[in-house]
């Protein structure tokens, strides 16, 4: 394989299409908005997902298809998968794209979630507040991100709509929340990195420290629950699992099949960072060391962070991302940095 089509020009895709030139791979990106990550990829595509022509042109310049978005209509994936194969597979997608599907595929195959009740429509809200009670979340299926289309519902008299088919689930009192990021190859060999504590603020991941400070037996039991998941969906690929930590044991949150924001650590704490864990696995080539090195903390630089970064450049040990987007806009990522605190 010599090149690699990512679907998404955001600053995942950006991450990406640098991990692949070191490897001496090309990148195409096709992105139907703005794209950070056209910048650094020898091609980009800005055409919408419902562009046949451009979509035919994309797959036939690539050799293998991956993506950094999980979002991509169902008919633009039918025509690439019919010129290029993708990865992580489809079912992949379609699982992590639907909470309902997500959900109900992690309890078929023995893991905990928080209960959840399907709500199809506004006037099922009231049953499913009944059967799950409150405190909950309703969630939209499809399409949230950063807390984005979510309500909660903290009194079983408050019944406000998502306005989307949604879930509602139960709310966990969590102790912590973390995150497995986790590699499987085609052949089947998996790599997982350590979990990292993830602190959220309105929604939003702030922060991620590795080590996450947590006995062995729930790090061990999260990195296991991972590869049980990358294993049932025959995953190629790198994948994020965001995990509960409870009295009860762990409980998972959802999943990305992709890079993941809570994996940045990774590019100051490895040798072989999740950008090229990606790289490799879609390549068809074997998986690198991810051991952690060292002690990380990942801080995102949201909206105005970006005052702060004369101040960071300046700071010892700092490893500073910015993903070239323009302007600093209240709850936009505009990049982060890694902190190494070991
Ligand atoms: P992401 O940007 O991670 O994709 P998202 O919009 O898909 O976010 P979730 O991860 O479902 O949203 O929820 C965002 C945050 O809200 C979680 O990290 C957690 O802090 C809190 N949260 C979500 N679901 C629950 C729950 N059932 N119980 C308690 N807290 C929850
Ligand atoms: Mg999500
Ligand atoms: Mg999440």
């Known amino acids: 394989i010599r090149s690699i089509g990512i679907l998404g020009g955001g600053q995942l895709g950006r991450m990406l299409s640098v991990a692949a030139s070191r490897l001496g791979l090309r990148c195409h990106i096709y992105e139907p908005g703005a794209a950070p990550a056209g910048d650094v990829a020898h091609a980009l595509t800005t055409a919408p997902y419902d562009d046949e022509a451009a979509l ?6 690539v050799d293998v298809i991956t993506y950094e978005f999980e979002n991509v209509p169902t008919s633009a994936l039918d025509l690439l998968e019919s010129i290029r194969p993708i990865r992580p597979n489809r079912r992949a997608l379609a699982v992590s794209q639907d909470r309902l599907t997500e959900k109900t595929f992690l309890n078929e195959i023995g893991l905990a979630t928080a209960p959840f009740a399907d709500v199809p429509s506004e006037r099922d809200l009231a049953t499913a507040v009944e059967r799950i009670g409150a405190p909950s979340i309703l969630k939209t299926r499809r399409m949230g991100y950063d807390g984005k289309g979510q309500v909660r519902i903290t009194d079983p ?3 406000e709509w998502t306005g989307a088919p949604s879930v509602l689930e139960g709310f966990v009192d969590f102790s912590a929340e973390i995150s497995v990021i986790i590699a499987r190859a085609a052949d089947g060999q998996v790599a997982g990195f350590d979990p990292g504590l993830n602190v959220h603020e309105g929604g939003i991941l702030r922060t991620t ?5 947590l006995p062995g037996k729930v790090t061990t039991d999260a990195v296991l629950i991972a590869a049980r998941i990358a294993n049932a969906l025959d995953y190629v690929g790198v994948m994020g699992v965001e995990l ?3 009295p009860a044991g762990l409980i998972v949150n ?4 992709r890079v993941h924001n809570s994996g940045h650590w990774t590019q100051a704490g490895c040798a072989v960072d999740q950008f090229e864990q990606h790289i490799r696995a879609v390549a068809g080539l074997p998986l690198g060391d991810g051991k952690r090195h060292a002690d990380v903390v990942m801080e995102n630089l949201i909206g105005d962070d970006m005052n702060r970064v004369p101040e960071l450049l300046a700071s010892p040990r700092t490893q500073i991302h910015l993903y070239g987007k323009g302007e600093a806009r209240p709850g936009r990522k505009m990049g982060h940095v890694n902190r190494i605190t070991s």
């Open 254 to 257: 959802e999943i990305a099949p």
């Open 56 to 61: 035919r042109a994309f797959a036939e310049s």
């Open 157 to 159: 008299g408050q019944l």
């Open 244 to 246: 509960f930590v409870t």
């Open 209 to 213: 420290t590795v080590p996450c400070g």
